[in-house]
């Protein structure tokens, strides 16, 4: 028991009397830096369908590009996919010989019905009850290191040993999936909901007033000094420079990265001949300069700052793109969530019901049986449905192959962009907990009013007048947005594996 703890004793106090620490300082709970990626290569164990979509759309031979998993580390994801997938085809081929053996053992029976009478086909039922027991054996051993494997992925405390957990795979591969940490460019599927693939769900859109940037600020009224011409790329550099300092948030990422749709991209000249194996996540800044200065209908250039929350489960994204035409400024700001990934115990592992998000026994089982009964479950869904077993890779990877193909024969336009995200697959439909939501939100606000900040003092440093900022500032800062409410319907483990944006737009005039 913890000894009593004074009226007049400070947090500090409290704290170091209840850990039984002296001369340290107090902390409150916190979690890994890296949850997200924690719980994503946990999934990965747990999940076989969506390890497979995770190998499908990570490998080397897929001619779309690559989405980032913000928050996640994709090489320890890749690795971690690649060993629970062939773990799980080591079980299938286990539970198909059981079947082979069954219908094997029943066919004899059959005969010796036929031939001895039914004591003698009795013995056969003997030998189906062994076959079932060495297949229950099989999958009872192999849920037990699916258990292990995923236990361990989230009981680690070194960031570096997530990886190490799993077997390395190509070299190549995993240098290519490093690089997409950094990636400036994102090719975009055309029915993909927004261009914003990778960054979850929009909950909020927002434009200020257009803004005349040849009307001098008050102080040149009298025309003494008149406003200095600049660029989109100029205001853009501005506000990379200044948003951390602007902001008040900690460890936000702020970037450049141009969006492009994945049909057009091989118009792009020199920038991606068609024939190659699939585009590239980083390009010469002169590429994502030109984006911004001289944006096209299918190609544009977004400043986007990112913070994420609780270890990476939540990913706040803010997208800002300024458009000057004629001497008018345009300004649009675009803001996205990524729910928190999606923690349940698979049906496909028969998990479901015995075990909890932690993977401890449930309702007072002890973990052999709450195991012994999951491998019931999963032995007869396998033998008799063959279910949640994900996409065949062989097939999928020659299918795709063969449509490029055909697509560049024919001279169609093939669609390079990525559809979704790994990271969005497996995220949750909302954001149910009141600190993140408050999180989100006071994310969100302090984002806007930077990124306007930001605006302002650069054309006042122009001489630009920038009053007609001023009521369109305000309404958006206060404007309410319902962070609850994002939707993530539609993902692996509901219906067709994709993400369906939840529509809101709020436009300021």
Known sequence: MAPPIPRSISAKDAADTMSGRTGEGSTLPTVPKDLASRQMCCAMHLHPALAAEVLLEYSVDNPKAWCPSFGVDAVALVRHAQAADTHWRKLY????????????????SIFLLWRGGPVTALFSLLLIAAVCGFGWRATFLSLQETRTAAIRTMAEEDEEALAAQAPEVDVDL???????????????????????????????????????????????????????????????DDLMRLARSRLGLSDIEVTKRIYVRGDV?????????????????????????????????QARTYVCLA????????????????????????????????????????PATGFYGLFGEDL?????????????????RTLVAQLFLRSDRGVDLAEAHEDRTQR??????????????????????????????????????????????????????????????????????????????????????????????????????????
């Open 265 to 297: 991209l091989p118009e792009c000249e020199g920038l991606f001949p068609p024939d190659e194996t699939r585009p590239p996540s980083r390009l010469d800044t002169s590429w994502v300069d030109l984006g911004s200065d001289a944006p096209g209908e």
């Open 174 to 236: 995993e240098d290519e999936l490093a690089a997409l940490q950094d990636a400036n460019m994102i090719v975009f599927e055309v029915s993909a909901d927004s261009p914003f693939v990778g960054s979850g769900t929009e909950i909020g859109r927002w434009a200020l007033p257009p803004i005349d940037a040849g009307r001098p600020g008050e102080k040149n009224q009298d025309g003494t000094r008149l406003p200095a011409s600049f660029s989109i790329r100029e205001l853009h």
């Open 360 to 376: 401890s026994p449930l309702h007072g089982r002890s973990a052999t049986r709450a195991m012994a009964i999951a491998a019931w």
């Open 404 to 509: 490029h193909y055909e697509a560049l024969q024919e001279g169609r336009r093939y669609d390079y962009g990525a559809p979704f995200s790994a990271r969005e697959l497996a995220a949750a439909s909302n954001i149910v907990s009141y600190f993140e939501i408050a999180d989100v939100r006071d994310c969100l606000v302090r984002m806007q009013r930077g990124v306007i900040d930001c605006l302002v003092a650069f054309l006042e440093e122009k001489g630009i007048d920038t009053s007609d900022i001023a009521a369109g500032r305000q309404r958006i800062i206060n404007n309410i947005t319902n962070i609850g409410e994002v939707s993530g319907r539609g993902n692996i483990f509901g219906n067709h594996g994709r993400m369906s944006n939840f529509d809101r737009d709020d436009h300021v005039d």
């Open 93 to 108: 081929s286990a539970v198909a010989m059981t079947r082979y053996a069954v219908l094997g053992v029943v066919a004899l």
């Open 307 to 346: 913070k994420s929350l609780v270890g990476g489960q939540i990913v706040v994204t803010l997208f800002a793109r300024y458009t000057l035409d004629q001497g008018i400024l345009s300004c649009e700001f675009v803001a996205h969530v990524l729910p928190p990934v999606l923690r349940d115990s698979a």
